[in-house]
């Protein structure tokens, strides 16, 4: 699908299947489950999945080689048969090592130095800054909003949409770090809503040595919910009891 308008209107997709985040307290060590993850390896998995596979390939991928639930216990999170769950771990595997995605190829930044890049984001958007984000952006960055269709690629069309953004909810912010994914850096974004702050957000980055190459953009209860994250804070920041 091509690229969309970045001043066109925003398109649901009411069917549409997502490679939802997962936030990095799930997969310590210490988690109720107990499963201890390798983080690159989930990296590596996610890149893979965000690029080249299917969503039920995704979901097969990411529940079975990297989260290591059953057979079972996949087909039942996704709603699917052992079969169709085999199937696509196998289509999974076999996509992933035709198009050579391999843990050295995978160019990434330190942690710290991943987390810097969205720290210097943060404040630029805290101050409306368009040009101050698209100077942190790699000249084919990619926004996507699941689950809108819309997806917008270039520093240019990014921009465009960022002042549009500004422009409809206001440049009074306050956003919260998080991590997901096994290390992906991002926040949760609120707006400024009468004396406090409304959950706008939750943006999860990719970032290379050149810069920022991906914002997933998500707008979804129940992610907010996975998160841990308030509805709604206090101008300090503080979360407000649900009136």
Do not use: C
């Amino acid at each position: 699908m091509a690229a969309s308008d970045p001043l066109g209107p925003l398109v649901q997709g009411e069917h549409a299947a997502w490679l939802q985040p997962l936030p990095d307290s799930l997969l310590d060590a210490g988690d109720p489950a107990g499963a201890v993850i390798d983080r690159s390896s989930l990296r590596l998995a996610f890149a893979a999945a965000l690029q080249h596979l299917s969503a039920r390939q995704r979901g097969a991928l990411i529940l079975r080689d990297v989260l290591s639930f059953s057979a079972s216990e996949t087909a039942e999170i996704l709603g699917t048969t052992v079969v169709s769950v085999n199937s696509s771990l196998q289509r999974a595997r076999t996509r992933v090592k035709e198009v050579g995605v391999r843990q050295e190829r995978v160019s990434e930044p330190s942690a710290a130095e991943q987390r810097a890049w969205v720290e210097r984001y943060m404040k630029a958007f805290e101050l409306a800054d368009v040009e101050g984000l698209k100077r942190l952006l790699t000249e084919d960055v990619i926004m996507e909003m699941p689950p809108m269709l819309n997806w917008f690629s270039g520093r240019g069309n990014y921009g465009l949409f960022m002042e549009w953004v500004f422009g409809a909810a206001g440049k009074d912010w306050l956003l919260k770090e998080v991590a997901a994914n096994g290390g992906q850096p991002g926040f949760a974004a609120y707006q400024s809503v009468g004396n406090g702050y409304n959950l706008h957000t939750l943006q999860i980055f990719t970032v290379t040595d050149e810069g920022i190459t991906r914002n997933s953009v998500f707008q979804d209860p129940g992610i907010y919910a996975t998160f841990g994250l308030a509805a709604r804070l206090d101008d300090q920041g503080l979360a407000m009891a649900e009136a």
